[in-house]
């Protein structure tokens, strides 16, 4: 009989156990994407706030959007905090998460980070994050400017997971797409002064300088190249891989970056 007592209490402890971790990775109240400004159309904000998870999930670090119309008088960082903060937003026990505020009554814009987030978006990831989706926020393209958001945060949430926190290098795929671009425009390039060189047929290349002068036309008496000196500065350019930091009303430490759009 003791041991079947005993069993039951293990039970019941490990089932406590069990849903007070739950319950303690779990404890968000809202979903990843708050559309209270009414921004987006309903299949946009479906279509987004899985997106959101699936990067949220995948990084185990929160990505969260949220719009207003107004911030009722509070300055947009301390609402942006105070919004992740009691509403349970952040992933596991330290709360990683980034949370992206849009307030439309006078254009303002606010990123929050929180936890391993802070590591991850570094201010030079935050300048490079808030430039990209900004030029859609001007256009009033919502929908393509939090899209954007979402792309960039899985992607410098990879270079961080592998130990390289964006440090204001240009990513590789954005590289890879520019050079890709200057390929192209080369190939086009080519073809049309290959087309106009055709068109100039009586014109050809003279292999000396002076064959471009009238005869008599210029002359050098004296002619000499002098060599003075080189000089060669080599400074290694430091790395921006730090976050500034500030307390939020919680007395929380955030990150984070925001202006107007």
């Known amino acids: 009989m003791r041991k079947i007592v005993l069993i039951f209490l293990l039970a019941v402890i490990f089932l406590m156990a069990s849903v007070s971790y739950v319950f303690a990775n779990n404890d968000r109240h809202l979903p ?15 279509l987004l706030n899985a997106k959101l998870e699936s990067i949220s999930s995948k990084h185990k670090c929160e990505v969260a959007i949220v719009t207003v119309d107004s911030l009722n008088g509070e300055d947009p960082q301390d609402y942006a905090d105070d919004f992740f903060d009691y509403n349970g937003y952040g992933y596991g026990i330290n709360d990683d998460g980034i949370l992206l505020l849009i307030s439309m009554e006078y254009s303002d814009w606010h990123i929050t980070t929180h936890g391993y987030a802070i590591k991850a978006f570094t201010d030079a990831g935050l300048d490079y994050l ?19 958001y979402a792309d960039l945060c899985d992607e410098l949430l990879t270079m961080a997971r592998n130990g390289s926190p964006y ?29 106009m060189r055709a068109q100039l047929k009586s014109v050809r290349f003279q292999p000396a300088a002076e064959s471009y002068i009238k005869k008599n036309s210029f002359n050098v008496s004296v002619s000499r190249d002098l060599f003075l000196y080189s000089k060669v500065d080599r400074r290694a350019k430091p790395k921006n891989t730090s976050s500034t930091t500030h307390t939020s009303s919680s007395g929380r430490t955030h990150g984070g970056k925001g202006g107007k759009f």
């Open 130 to 148: 808030s430039g990209e989706f900004l030029p859609y926020l001007s256009d009033g393209d919502f929908n393509g400017a939090f899209t954007r």
């Open 167 to 195: 440090d204001g290098k240009v990513p590789m795929a954005f590289t890879t797409r520019i050079l890709i671009s200057l390929g192209v425009g080369i190939v086009i390039a080519l073809i049309v002064t290959g087309i």
């Open 32 to 46: 990843l994407l708050v559309d209270d400004a009414d921004l987006l159309t309903d299949s946009e904000e479906e």
